[in-house]
């Protein structure tokens, strides 16, 4: 595995240009072309175009293109995969999904980032974690992202504290003709799946895999919290059977157009909702953990981005440059302002500068932060959760009762880890 500080080049640091950027273009004068590949979702482009911009300030001879990626996270992990496994040199710099880590740095390719300036003591244990496999650091935590129960504070008087109570309130809503919809979450065949299913088993006591590593998804927890699902869906309607093609932005827009009492969603649909140009519930929201069931505890999925470097870039310096320049505090505090994406360095969470910053509360984003679960961290991640989604969301859609859907999603999922030599558990318990 090549290490950072092999791959130094000493490469000129220089002038930045953003491709489709507003800034003045110099290209003619760059030395160095260097590739960020990230998202744009919501107000992300402008803040990494601006941020990309200050370090051109610094950086005169270098040119950055900016390589914006598909909104959904599948489609950008099958990129990236793509991109990779060709081994392309670019993107030199990555946004990867906290999921990907494991297996982007057991493929090789990423670099390991040990020696990283300025270190990361700042950053919250939970987001270092993920960033590491087996041992070594392989990327830079840049925001965190947390599921989050929305709710509509003209409707309801608080949040609800248990399952039971999110399902009274979202019928009594929707009886009330108050709103149309009860609760919507991401319920596509996606990745967003998992996270929202996450959720649930975690609030009935479950999870995905265990402490030693095996498949769980068909304990009793589990069962529950996928029937507690489906009844919302096929029995109460209290969820909308469309929200099972929904992605993140569609869930956003039924609850910014007023159509839902209750939304599951990340901290970036914050600063969109409360934009009062194109919000109908502007002011008129809070955000609260998910809600236990019976056995279990509040749960919030784990996610969020961070920066990685292409094990074959050609300016791996520069490119460490460019993570630490996106990870500084000052640009976690512009990014928190613009978009509402929490930043992983705890120094901020004791800075009042963060409180003017976030758009929501820091006080209702805390018991969420506490709540927060991570997703396993294994390189077969990206296999085993298309392995749940595939089944989950045949339980969703009434093809197949919750258990059954689990049973075998546990059963193809065990395969999986021990033909990637990763367990030996049979496929069944
Ligand atoms: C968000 C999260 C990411 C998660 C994805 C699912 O982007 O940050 O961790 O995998 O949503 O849709």
Same mark, same amino acid.
């Given at each position: 595995m090549p290490r950072l500080i092999a791959h130094a080049t000493g490469a000129a640091?220089?002038?930045? /240009?953003?491709?489709?950027?507003?800034?003045?273009?110099?290209?003619?004068?760059?030395?160095?072309?260097?590739?960020?590949?990230?998202?744009?979702?919501?107000?992300?482009?402008?803040? @990494?175009?601006?941020?990309?911009?200050?370090?051109?300030?610094?950086h005169p001879e270098v040119r950055v293109e900016l390589q914006v990626t598909p +909104?959904?996270?599948?489609?950008?992990?099958?990129?990236? @995969?793509?991109?990779?496994?060709?081994?392309?040199?670019?993107?030199?710099?990555?946004?990867? +999904? @906290? /999921?990907?880590i494991a297996e982007f740095a057991a493929a090789g390719w990423i670099l390991p980032l040990d020696g990283f300036e300025p270190g990361i003591d700042d950053f919250l244990p939970a987001s270092v974690a993920t960033a590491r496999w087996r041992g070594a650091l392989y990327a830079i935590p840049w925001f965190v992202d947390v599921g989050m129960l929305y709710w509509?504070? +003209?409707?309801?008087?608080?949040a609800p504290r248990s399952l039971i109570e999110l399902r009274q309130d979202a019928l009594r809503v929707r009886e009330a003709k108050s709103a149309r919809l009860g609760l919507v979450w991401q319920g596509a065949r996606y990745e967003g799946l998992?996270? @929202?299913?996450?959720?649930?088993?975690?609030?009935f006591g479950g999870g995905i895999l265990? +402490?030693?590593?095996r498949v769980i998804v068909d304990d009793p927890a589990a069962i529950r919290a996928l029937t507690f699902m489906a009844n919302a869906v096929n029995v109460d309607r209290v969820v909308p059977s469309s929200a099972l093609t929904w992605q993140e932005e569609q869930v956003r827009f039924?609850?910014?157009?007023?159509?839902?009492?209750f939304m599951r969603n990340w901290p970036y649909a914050w600063a969109l909702l409360q934009d009062e140009s194109r919000s109908r519930v502007a002011r008129r929201f809070a955000v609260a953990p998910f809600p236990a069931g019976e056995g279990g505890q509040p749960a919030a999925a784990l996610g969020g981005a961070q920066l990685a470097i292409n094990a074959r870039s050609a300016h791996p310096m520069l490119s460490s440059e460019?993570?630490?320049?996106?990870?500084?505090?000052?640009?976690?505090? &512009?990014?928190?302002r613009l978009t509402a994406q929490l930043p992983p360095r705890r120094s901020l969470y004791d800075n009042? &500068?963060?409180?003017?910053?976030?758009?929501?509360?820091?006080?209702?984003?805390?018991? /969420?932060?506490?709540?927060?679960?991570?997703?396993?961290?294994?390189?077969?991640?990206?296999?085993?959760?298309?392995?749940?989604q595939v089944w989950l969301h045949r339980a969703l859609t009434g093809q197949q009762p919750p258990a059954v859907a689990l049973q075998q999603a546990a059963r193809e999922m065990r395969a999986l880890l021990v033909r990637a030599g990763l367990s030996t558990e049979g496929p069944t318990r």
């Open positions: 640091l220089g002038l930045l /240009i953003l491709s489709g950027c507003t800034l003045a273009c110099r290209s003619q004068e760059a030395t160095t072309r260097l590739t960020f590949s990230g998202s744009a979702l919501g107000p992300e482009a402008d803040v @990494v175009q601006r941020q990309l911009a200050r370090f051109a300030e610094r +909104d959904s996270a599948d489609q950008r992990h099958q990129l990236f @995969v793509q991109w990779l496994n060709a081994h392309a040199p670019t993107p030199d710099v990555l946004q990867l +999904d @906290v /999921i990907w509509r504070t +003209d409707l309801l008087d608080r998992v996270t @929202v299913s996450l959720e649930h088993p975690g609030a265990d +402490d030693r590593g039924a609850f910014q157009n007023g159509e839902a009492a460019l993570v630490a320049f996106l990870t500084a505090p000052d640009q976690m505090l &512009e990014r928190a009042t &500068e963060l409180v003017a910053a976030l758009p929501m509360p820091l006080e209702q984003v805390r018991p /969420i932060l506490e709540a927060a679960v991570p997703r396993p961290a294994t390189p077969v991640y990206s296999e085993l959760s298309e392995v749940l």
